[in-house]
Nanobody, 125 residues
Framework: VQLQASGGGLVQPGGSLRLSCAAS????????IGWFRQVPGKKREGISC????????YYADSVKGRVTVSRDKSKNTVYLQIDSLKPEDTGVYYC???????????????????WGQGTQVTVSS
């Protein structure tokens, strides 16, 4: 499956963004989708995921209460809504699709086989 992440940009602290992860090649409905972010010099951080058939979601402590992950089956797209953005949210955000159907999602990169190209989020005044 091919993934295209988009929606990043420059936003002031306290602002919001909605990132999109559009898929082609396979319907995403049954696959877990993970969201990760990468800051230069730091390890890739898993921040959220949604399980296939939307059975469950997960949010890392660093974003809990500020982030909502959702899926639009008709558009074969998964979204990551980020509110109350902070400068430490700056990074490249990636979405990834699980290698298997039907598993509960996690934010372990090894679970995911297909990765989008990333979208840059910069939070700065």
């Amino acid at each position: 499956v091919q993934l295209q992440a988009s929606g990043g940009g420059l936003v002031q602290p306290g602002g919001s963004l909605r990132l999109s992860c559009a898929a082609s090649g396979l319907p995403l409905e049954q696959y877990s989708i993970g969201w990760f972010r990468q800051v230069p010099g730091k390890k890739r951080e898993g921040i959220s995921c949604i399980s296939g058939l939307d059975i469950s979601t997960y949010y890392a402590d660093s974003v809990k209460g500020r982030v909502t992950v959702s899926r639009d089956k008709s558009k074969n797209t998964v979204y990551l809504q980020i509110d109350s953005l902070k400068p430490e949210d700056t990074g490249v955000y990636y979405c990834a699709a699980d290698s298997l159907v039907g598993r509960r999602c996690s934010v372990l990169p090894a679970q995911y086989a297909d990765w989008g190209q990333g979208t840059q989020v910069t939070v700065s005044s």
